[in-house]
DNA sequence: ACCCGTGCTTAACAATTTCATAACATAGTG
DNA sequence: CACTATGTTATGAAATTGTTAAGCACGGGT
């Protein structure tokens, strides 16, 4: 995957913490656990996942407070957060439309379910994100196509490959360090070795046929004209 | 010119039904009526209509269930369906946004904001999904009659493959993951085993007997010339 | 109700591509 | 110059997709 998503869930049952943690991690996701209202606001400031689960009910804080007072961080207004809630929980206190959740999950959950609902969020993020384009001295990456086009002529990368030029490119003139890129196209546990970076680095190097990739020695790479 | 529009409009109140159906009709809509959930589904799978306007309770079947079986039909999954509450129904945003509705309009209705709504909700569809007919490379795709057409020779496909083949072609070039053709072709819930797609992409290009459709390894498929 | 054909899914296996690594070369830095 | 970070290359393992055939479910027709 491109960058792993990463999911923070927030329940004060263990078990069900440690059910659906089981179920997320098995489809790929990061995920991050709090068991309180006042975990969720902090973790969701340190870590800012792409998501967050919410249970409603919960000691400390609830799931509602927690989601208003996440919803007023900077930098997390668009985050997607979803609610868990019983299915005979009284609905008008789950309210929670109006401090601004995205969905919300019922209990029992079932874990088909809720992973396709979890995707369906997920994929309403991705049609908001970043530019589908960018263009940068003379090379056009488009990230719905897969490919890079230099001249109009069609570069076409393997994912890393492709997901590291993305990454490059998404900030041109930016210095990603080593670790930054790890993070981001390998995923956060993954652990790979010292020189992997370097040999996707050069490959994109002869495919694109030019320095516009930079190394900054001792910090990272750079993708600049 | 393009086709005129279809909305099925469903409330038990004749009241309302006429009143909504005399504001549309003013508005150059092609509207059909539908008194209770069950009729709701019948003709939506009859009538592929372009927008689908519910009210939640309603006898024979709600309109909650309705949606669902709605959404559960082939070739009805990204149909627009908006539904009608009452101001104080909590209950009905939160279970309405379970099953996949696009938008809510509130009782009592007000013709202008009602329309304006409407016209947004349309506006959404125009960008994806409009065209009955693409056509791409040689191919052409009617999605009406379910076919795709060489040189004027008639390509029939199952529907799995031909909806597979159809959201490919909506969008040439776009890679499309595979959880993305889960999701749109298959359905949010539905789980199948992995060679699935694959097996039909087979198909298709056994079928067509070219190379547009592209592997993108890691990612998905896409439909290139 | 029974049969038949079609469409859909699966499973097993083959083929392919991508990826990570190791070993060594080179460049940059103080 | 010594030391460290990065470049290069080939190679095998791992991941992903392709292919095929078989079985099941369903609908239409008799």
Redesign the interface.
């Known amino acids: 995957m491109s960058k792993k998503i990463k999911i923070l869930l927030v329940d004060d049952e263990p078990d069900i913490l440690e059910f659906m943690e089981y179920n997320l991690i098995k489809e790929g996701y990061d995920v991050i656990l709090g068991k309180n209202g006042k975990e969720a606001v902090d973790l969701a400031r340190l870590e800012k996942p792409d998501l967050i689960i919410l249970d409603i009910m919960m000691p400390v804080m609830d799931g509602i407070e927690a989601c208003r007072q996440i919803r007023n961080t900077p930098g997390l207004k668009d985050v997607l957060i979803a609610f868990l809630t019983a299915r005979n929980e009284d609905?008008?206190q789950?309210?929670?439309?109006d401090v601004g959740a995205d969905?919300?999950i019922?209990k029992p959950i079932k874990p088909?379910?809720m992973l396709?609902?979890i995707?369906?969020l997920l994929?309403r993020l991705n049609g908001v994100h970043s530019e589908v384009t960018t263009k940068i001295g003379g090379i056009e990456i488009d990230r719905?196509?897969?490919l890079a086009f230099r001249d109009g002529n069609a570069i076409s990368f393997?994912?890393k490959e492709f997901e590291l030029l993305a990454l490059l490119t998404s900030k041109p003139g930016k210095v990603f360090t080593r670790d930054d890129i790890l993070a981001r196209v390998w995923g956060n546990d993954v652990v790979v070795g010292d020189r992997t970076i370097d040999v996707h680095i050069r490959k994109i190097r002869e495919k694109l046929g030019d320095e516009s990739i930079k190394t900054v020695k001792g910090i990272g790479y750079k993708f600049d004209i």
């Open positions: 609905y008008s789950i309210a929670g439309f969905d919300y019922g088909r379910v396709s609902r995707k369906a994929r719905e196509k897969y393997p994912r």
